[in-house]
């Protein structure tokens, strides 16, 4: 079955520091990727996406660009702040015949320190 | 437009009582999914429900069970608690839309604590 597999984490980070965090995934076709990002006390919302290869999906100065040789879907920013400590959620979208079942990874932390 | 809510926001239990959380997803949305987030186990996928048929569920006992009405709301019972079920339950909704189109919308989830 689909799979996503995200790097192990807290990851912490003094701000304005440059942030990889690193997602590969597992699937029989051509998924859509996703990123989610959930802040404290919240549930999980949507921060970018890439619905086809070679697509870079961007959003609040994150970017994520879907590579299918690597089958990777790294999350990218320049220079964190404070303001971006959040559990980061990669996922996976496919399917067929109308229904496209949606994979997450397990998450995760990002820590910046001022 | 209403977002995704779920109720109660905070549970207490004890061990080998029962509890039932309920999910109104956004007004349209005909897809509701579960999840159990805990700081080991991250994001874990209980069961999908489209149209008050279970689509889709993860690997998770038997005393775990849900439904889904036919407004689309959806509730989730867990019988028989165990220490290990404290964590965070999220709902997420969507319209089952085509390819590249499926976003998930979460509510704020529930928090059970299992004494």
């Known amino acids: 079955g689909n799979s996503v597999t995200q790097m192990e984490g807290p990851v912490t980070l003094s701000e304005e520091a440059f942030l990889t965090i690193n997602c590969t995934y597992t699937?029989?076709?051509?998924?859509?990727l996703f990123w989610y990002v959930q802040y404290p006390g919240e549930g999980l919302q949507l921060l970018l996406k890439?619905?086809?290869?070679?697509d870079k999906g961007s959003n609040k100065g994150f970017e994520a660009t879907y590579r299918k040789e690597t089958t990777s879907f790294h999350l990218e920013k320049g220079s964190v702040q404070v303001s971006d400590s959040a559990v980061y959620f990669c996922?996976?979208?496919?399917?067929?015949?109308?229904?496209?079942?949606?994979?997450f990874g397990t998450g995760t932390k990002l820590q910046v320190i001022p | 437009k209403a977002g995704v809510t779920q109720t109660p926001r905070y549970l207490i239990k004890t061990r080998g009582q029962q509890v039932t959380l309920s999910c109104s997803p956004i007004?349209?949305?005909?897809?509701v999914s579960w999840y159990q987030q805990t700081p080991g186990q991250g994001l874990q996928f209980l069961f999908e429900y489209f149209s008050e048929t279970q689509r889709n569920k993860g690997n998770f006992p038997g005393r775990f069970s849900g439904r889904q009405f036919s407004n689309s709301r959806s509730e989730m019972n867990v019988s028989t608690l165990e220490l290990g079920d404290s964590a965070l339950y999220l709902c997420?909704?969507?319209?089952?839309?085509?390819?590249?189109?499926?976003?998930?919308?979460f509510g704020a989830g529930t928090r059970l604590s299992v004494l």
């Open positions: 699937a029989t076709g051509y998924p859509s």
């Open positions: 007004s349209g949305h005909r897809s």
């Open positions: 997420a909704s969507s319209l089952s839309a085509p390819r590249g189109r499926n976003i998930q919308y």
């Open positions: 890439a619905t086809k290869a070679d």
């Open positions: 996922a996976l979208e496919e399917g067929s015949g109308g229904y496209q079942k949606v994979t």
